[in-house]
């Protein structure tokens, strides 16, 4: 087989082993925390539309330790959380549009009180209360996310 013939043949078995894998899953979302104590991971599923916001982790009765929520908006403002079905304790880490922790909540479960970390922030990352304590971080620390589709 030579030249156009070739390159057909070649561009068909690219296309399967595309298709074949279109469904498998890529590396997980995570976003790490570069606080002055040191760096820490946290695997994210992401909360994009209202409906996926509002329902956040809700009548979840665990969360894995390295595991948490990223809240995504279309816009930096005060976006206050309540925690109504919130079976498990959560930290809340208010993020600025340029990756600086503007604010860190640490929350009991199912408080029905609004808070938005007294700041403007574009996202809020949602770990198991604790977390933030645990890993020294705190207002002015920076975010890093990996494998964020905005």
């Known amino acids: 087989m030579r030249g156009a013939g070739r390159a057909i043949l070649f561009a068909a078995v690219l296309a399967a082993g595309c298709r074949s894998t279109a469904g498998a899953p890529g590396p997980p979302a995570r976003v790490v925390v570069l606080a002055r104590a040191g760096s820490a991971a946290v695997r994210v599923e992401i909360a994009r539309s209202p409906q996926e916001r509002e329902h956040g982790l809700m009548d979840r009765t665990r969360l ?56 403007e922030s574009r996202y809020v990352l949602e770990v198991n209360g604790g977390w933030a304590r645990a890993h020294g971080v705190g207002p002015g620390d920076r975010v890093r996310f990996e494998n964020v589709l905005f």
């Open 64 to 119: 894995d330790p390295d595991a948490g929520m990223l809240f995504i908006f279309g816009e930096s403002a005060p976006h206050g959380f309540w925690m109504r079905n919130t079976l498990i304790p959560l930290d809340l880490l208010f993020l600025a549009e340029d990756g600086r922790v503007a604010a860190v909540v640490e929350r009991q479960p199912l408080s029905l009180e609004v808070d938005d970390g007294g700041v």
